[in-house]
């Protein structure tokens, strides 16, 4: 959860234009067209507050390791938060979280976590 030092919560996931590592579409010209390296999603009230432009170089750490992409500012993710996809291995949200299993599902906690942002 946040704290003092990782204040704010990483979310992690896909985008439409990749699938897993990208180990297929990050070869297709076509989608690399479209979505051609790693974003980090901040909100615009966060963006503003951090001093963190359009497609400026932010560093996103946590507790566990960092990783630095540029920055999309948009509407898409909530204050307090931010977003990351896990295609492209330079920057992979996957470095970010633990792979400690849930006891009782059985799977990693690779969707969550605190984390902190600041200009790269």
């Not at 990749?18 to 980090?40: C, D, F, N, Q, V």
């Not at 503003?48 to 432009?53: E, F, N, S, T």
């Not at 990693?108 to 600041?118: I, L, R, S, W």
């Amino acid at each position: 959860m946040p704290d003092d030092e990782y204040p704010m919560l990483l979310g992690t996931g896909r985008v439409l234009f990749h699938w897993h590592g990208g180990e297929m579409t990050r070869r297709s010209k076509g989608l690399l067209e479209i979505y051609p390296h790693a974003l980090i999603e901040v909100n615009e009230d966060d963006a503003a507050k951090l001093d963190l432009g359009e497609n400026k170089r932010v560093r996103v750490s946590s507790r566990r390791g960092s990783i630095e992409a540029e920055a999309l500012v948009t509407d898409r993710v909530p204050p307090g938060m931010v977003y990351a996809n896990f295609h492209f291995p330079e920057a992979s949200a996957n470095e970010l979280t633990i792979a400690a299993l849930d006891p009782i599902a059985k799977i990693p906690e690779y969707k969550v976590c605190a984390v902190k942002v600041e200009a790269a």
